[in-house]
């Protein structure tokens, strides 16, 4: 009897008794005893259900608890743990969840009639369960693929299929086809690499190659699961071959999406996907891409460079179809090309194809590749929408692709030294962008009687160090170089200035090598065209442990070197690697309680930062863009300053009355705008200062502020320079100290004016750096990427290196392990494979 019940029946006892007027005592008393055996019914009842409701209560937490446990155990432990367990050594992974099919995976309750459905179960090749898993891990192997059931936290086999020749370095999966790219097999037939194409609600198979492709196999999924496949392929398919033929054997990438106008397979009920396949061999012609689309025909996008051809090796389909390719001769140098919609028609041998956005990772600007040191290669890529992530062999790097402008296009660069924030169309430097607490100063870092003697020098029998000058003189043993090394530890990421005084010097070649690390690093040819003071400003791409200096050319010049000091720079983020001069001492610490940014502060009339007259801040009446963050400061206090006072012509950004606006002076005019530009007691703030076409915009925390016409040009005229935190200019005149009093971070100057858009992009990804505990570089101490993967349903990035994964949410890193990936992640709702 429920509660419910209980009552009902005690009302109608009730009124009952109430109109029974004839009733007798006895009866009376009788129908009252039994009234109050109803309520004290229901109140027993009441209790009980109570007593269900909280161990029901308890139960869901139980089922939480464990729900929990499973869920951390897949996510970070079980995957890798069980893979371990395998012993599987995986060339790729890949989580497939069949919930982002466009039935939602609905087609796994349909295959009953397939051949893989009703082959006998808890053999070599087939697990204990029938029926496809709703998310299934994929783990390519030396010569064969493995189907690891995801909905079974366990991760049982679900399948294996025998490839025998083929590696596959490359997995897709959709609508229930999942694709395996295999890479070169030395000495292998047609089943050695090409593409495999297996439709598991089809029930068929196809393999792509080079001069075509054999036609849809029905049902011949189990013939390569025999693992005589490579056999059956030469002995079945005599005649033409026919369909997708691809532009290479060797298949580096693949990967699908389905087209808004993409038609409807007969046999499986779901929309076609459209497949990109990219191919080549390093150094070898015939890279590209090939398309087979989703109307069955291929087009290719030939790649041509280098020696003898470009190879594509990542690619991938972000929003809209949008298709993002690389093409690389050796995987260090080569373009990246963005196609906004699918060509409909082969693309002849280029490295800049029609109907692409190319970004170069080499040179240039934006590049995806940031300082550009020594040769960093791209070990995978991934696509979130607008943004494309690259795993570089130094660093994480962003590309946000801005479809309408290629020049306003954005980059952003993370280590596990600093984070750059976002860099906007031709930069011409980034600084204040670091993880190191480490005061910056201006003292030497070698001895100072480093050229009295000798002593910890290592010389070639031509070179001397003695009395204060080192002497470097060919002819004395009738060579064409002297050389001298001296031991000092280089930390690789640091930026460094030299600073070298040539006394004297013979006629002949004029120009001196320097080396960081023993001619591992080359630090600048220094161009000696008559005695003076040389300053060289360079970012170390490695740690290294002397520094060299070396007349090296194949005549007698002699050299007088009278002053050889080092200092440590503020090194420039950008591809520029125009490095900060520091002047006195700087102080850096945590922009809040616990974050890993470094705010730069103690500025005063000896403390500042600089950087000498280069002619890329001659701006002139063109456009230019100034951006970062600033903390605390008081009135007149300036941030920026470049210009020559003599002309009056300049750049100075500072703040003005009562900190509620802004001072700016373009050329020789000076603007007071900004509206509550920010409070006394305000914390970090995002500014802005862009002009674009002679109109100046100021925005602050990502909004518009003020717009006005300042036309006037912008130029150093050849003899000063960029002063951080300190004016260089005596105009206006005020009755400030013109030094910033308050903290910096995150200074940018670039010959681009961004978009509003990009304005709020880069205040709402970076305003997360300035918060209490955030950290924002990658984990660990190596820099090197091996692998990425982004979660289209947390939109977390998941970065591997030799330390561990690093977890980012946009430009902040939100988790962390400690085991070290070297191959491949995948992740899909939170599940992580990774080897």
């Given amino acids: 009897m429920t509660l419910i019940s209980s009552i009902s029946k005690l009302t109608t006892s009730v009124d009952k008794l109430a109109g029974d007027a004839n009733v007798t005592k006895a009866q009376l008393d009788t129908k009252v005893a039994l009234a109050e055996a109803d309520v004290l019914s229901a109140q027993a009842e009441q209790a009980a259900t109570k007593g269900y409701r909280d161990a029901a209560a308890a139960h869901a937490a139980d089922a939480a608890n464990h729900l929990a446990t499973v869920k951390t155990g897949v996510t970070y432990q079980g995957i890798s743990a069980v893979l371990a367990e395998k012993a599987v050594t995986a060339m790729d992974v890949l989580v497939y969840d069949t919930s982002l099919d466009s039935d939602g995976g609905a087609w796994r309750k349909r295959c009953q009639h397939t051949s893989w459905y009703n082959e006998p179960l808890n053999s070599a090749t087939r697990g204990a369960r029938r029926e496809f898993p709703a998310v299934a891990v994929i783990v390519a192997e030396p010569g064969k693929f493995t189907i690891y059931d995801g909905d079974d936290p366990a991760l049982p086999m679900w399948m294996v299929f025998n490839l025998n020749n083929q590696d596959q370095v490359s997995i897709a999966a959709l609508n229930g086809i999942v694709l395996l790219g295999n890479k070169w097999v030395a000495n292998a037939v047609y089943g050695g690499n090409g593409l495999n194409i297996l439709d598991f609600v089809a029930d068929r198979w196809r393999l792509a190659l080079k001069n075509g492709s054999v036609p849809w196999l029905v049902p011949e999924m189990p013939c390569i699961k025999s693992g005589n496949m490579t056999t059956w392929f030469a002995t079945t398919t005599s005649g033409p071959k026919q369909f997708y033929p691809l532009v290479d054997y060797t298949v580096n990438a693949v990967a699908m999406t389905v087209l808004h106008d993409a038609p409807v397979d007969a046999t499986t009920g779901l929309p076609v996907p459209t497949i990109a396949v990219g191919c080549g061999v390093t150094g070898q012609p015939n890279g590209g891409t090939s398309i087979i689309k989703h109307a069955g025909s291929v087009i290719d996008i030939v790649a041509s460079g280098g020696a003898g051809g470009y190879a594509c090796f990542d690619l991938g389909f972000g929003r809209d179809g949008q298709l993002v390719t690389t093409q690389s001769y050796n995987r260090s140098y080569g373009y990246v090309h963005i196609f906004d919609e699918l060509p409909y028609a082969d693309i002849p041998a280029t490295t800049t194809p029609s109907g692409a956005r190319t970004y170069s990772y080499g040179i240039g600007y934006p590049s995806v590749r940031g300082t550009l040191l020594g040769s960093p290669i791209i070990n995978g890529m991934e696509i979130d929408g607008d943004v494309v992530s690259f795993a570089l062999s130094d660093k994480l790097s962003y590309l946000l692709d801005d479809g309408a402008t290629k020049a306003k296009t954005m980059v952003a660069y993370t280590v596990s030294q600093y984070t750059s924030g976002w ?208 903390k605390g400061g008081s009135l007149y206090d300036v941030i920026l300053s470049y210009g020559d006072p003599a002309s009056s012509g300049g750049l100075k950004i500072s703040t003005d009355a009562n900190l509620e606006t802004i001072r700016l002076v373009v050329g020789n005019t000076t603007y007071t705008y900004g509206d509550g530009f920010r409070g006394a007691n305000s914390g970090w703030w995002h500014f802005a200062v862009a002009r674009q076409s002679g109109v100046v915009s100021l925005y602050v925390n990502g909004r518009l502020n003020r717009s006005f016409s300042a036309p006037s040009s912008v130029n150093g005229n050849g003899a000063n320079k960029l002063q951080i935190a300190k004016s260089n200019l005596p105009f206006p005149t005020n009755a400030g100290s013109d030094v910033w009093t308050g903290s910096l971070a995150l200074l940018r100057i670039s010959a681009t004016a961004p978009t509003l858009d990009q304005i709020r992009k880069i205040y709402e990804d970076e305003r997360k750096l300035f918060m209490p505990g955030t950290q924002c570089t990658l984990y660990g101490t190596s820099d090197a990427v091996t692998a990425l993967a982004h979660d289209p349903k947390t939109n977390l990035l998941h970065v591997g290196t030799s330390a561990g994964r690093s977890t980012f949410d946009g430009l902040v890193r939100v988790d962390n392990t400690e085991t070290p990936i070297t191959t491949a992640i995948s992740a899909v709702g939170g599940m992580i494979a990774e080897q």
Wanted: proline share 3%; charged share 15%.
């Fill in 423 to 630: 860099l906007v169309g031709d930069m011409k430097g980034a600084w204040l962008a670091s993880a190191d607490s480490a005061a910056l100063s201006d003292v030497n870092l070698l001895p100072s009687d480093i050229l009295k003697s000798d002593a910890g020098w290592t010389l070639k029998s031509n070179t001397t160090v003695s009395g204060g000058l080192l002497t470097i003189d060919p002819a004395s043993d009738g060579s064409w170089y002297g050389n001298a090394k001296f031991p000092f530890q280089i930390e690789a990421g640091k930026a460094y200035r030299l600073v070298v005084t040539v006394d004297s010097m013979a006629p002949g070649n004029d120009q001196l090598w320097i080396y960081l690390g023993g001619g591992g690093i080359l630090v600048d040819a220094v161009s000696v065209s008559a005695p003076g003071t040389y300053e060289i400003l360079h970012i170390a791409s490695k740690s290294a442990s002397d520094i060299t200096i070396e007349d090296r050319h194949n005549t007698a010049t002699t050299f007088v070197v009278s002053q050889f000091e080092l200092y440590e720079a503020d090194a420039d983020r950008s591809v520029n690697a125009a490095s900060l001069i520091v002047n006195g001492t700087i102080t850096r610490s945590p922009v809040a309680n616990g974050a890993e940014l470094m705010a730069y502060s103690g500025f005063n009339d000896n403390n500042f930062l600089s950087r000498p007259y280069h002619s890329t801040l001659d701006f002139g009446t063109g456009d230019f863009s100034v951006i970062g963050w600033a």
